[in-house]
């Protein structure tokens, strides 16, 4: 694996954000990784509503800080995918200098995630590896006016317990290829949001090329990476319409959390 990344040779087109790297693990490691995932004990996984996750790095405080602990060896050292993520340089001015907090986000076909914000705990950048299936990625941002009436046609995506409502509209849509890097960095991280529909399969129109069909009354999104793809079915399916099936996928969230608690001090009675 080259661990030589050209970071703006990945920009998305249509934002500075935002960053694409595919087969930035090869086939042979995404098996291992899955692999481990898999075979990680029960009491590893948290099961919520519409997914199960792994916490690796330490657990968050109610404060956003984080009482560390240690990655699992196969996570930084065959593959060293914290290292990787280190050199290219995404997380070159945050406090630690790499991410030191994984999620694992498993998703089944049929699952997603609704479109929400990180929090302020983590440095503004986000380095997102997708293993297992393909699946579109939306940003969202929060509508400036007041939300549309009944009886336009465009309910809006979701309203936040703050009372803010989502535009239904995404600003951004990616495909993240199995194996791929998406780096999230900036306003596209802290002042817009991201999620994944829950849907089985991924739609792309044969009559208006490179765009997704959108969920309900969302629209046809254009793949803004599209250029930057490199799996031939990927890149086929995106191009001339088709439908990508959702396998499971394995989402590895990784990121720098700026707090991090002394564990000598904690020990200490």
């Known amino acids: 694996m080259d661990s030589d990344?050209?970071?703006?040779?990945?920009?998305?087109?249509?934002?500075?954000?935002?960053?694409?790297i595919p087969d930035?693990?090869?086939?042979?490691?995404?098996?291992?990784?899955?692999?481990?995932i898999i075979e990680a004990p029960r009491h590893k996984w948290k099961q919520l509503a519409n997914r199960r996750l792994q916490t690796w790095g330490g657990e968050m405080t109610t404060n956003n800080i984080l009482i560390p602990s240690d990655m699992p060896a196969w996570l930084n050292q065959c593959p060293d995918i914290i290292a990787r993520l280190r050199k290219t340089g995404a997380f070159a001015s945050s406090t630690h200098g790499a991410p030191n907090h994984v999620i694992l986000n498993e998703y089944l076909s049929g699952q997603g995630i609704m479109p929400h914000q990180d929090g302020p705990a983590y440095h503004p950048v986000v380095g997102t590896i997708s293993l297992g299936s393909p699946a579109v990625f939306h940003y969202y941002e929060y509508k400036q006016h007041d939300p549309p009436s009944a009886d336009s046609g465009m309910a809006p995506v979701d309203i936040?317990?703050?009372?803010?409502?989502?535009?239904?509209?995404p600003v951004l849509s990616v495909l993240l290829e199995p194996r791929s890097l998406i780096i999230t960095t900036s306003s596209l991280y802290s002042h817009h949001l991201h999620g994944i529909e829950p849907i089985d399969s991924d739609v792309f129109s044969?009559?208006?090329?490179?765009?997704?069909?959108?969920q309900g009354s969302t629209g046809h999104h254009k793949i803004a990476n599209i250029d930057l793809l490199q799996g031939l079915k990927e890149q086929e399916v995106a191009r001339r319409g088709g439908v990508l099936n959702r396998r499971t996928r394995y989402s590895l969230t990784c990121r720098d959390v700026e707090k991090v608690a002394n564990t000598k001090f904690l020990g200490k009675r």
């Open 5 to 20: 990344f050209n970071l703006p040779r990945g920009r998305v087109p249509g934002t500075n954000e935002a960053y694409y």
């Open 24 to 36: 930035f693990v090869t086939q042979d490691e995404e098996a291992y990784l899955i692999r481990r």
């Open 160 to 169: 936040t317990a703050s009372g803010r409502t989502i535009n239904p509209v």
């Open 206 to 214: 044969s009559s208006m090329p490179g765009r997704a069909v959108g």
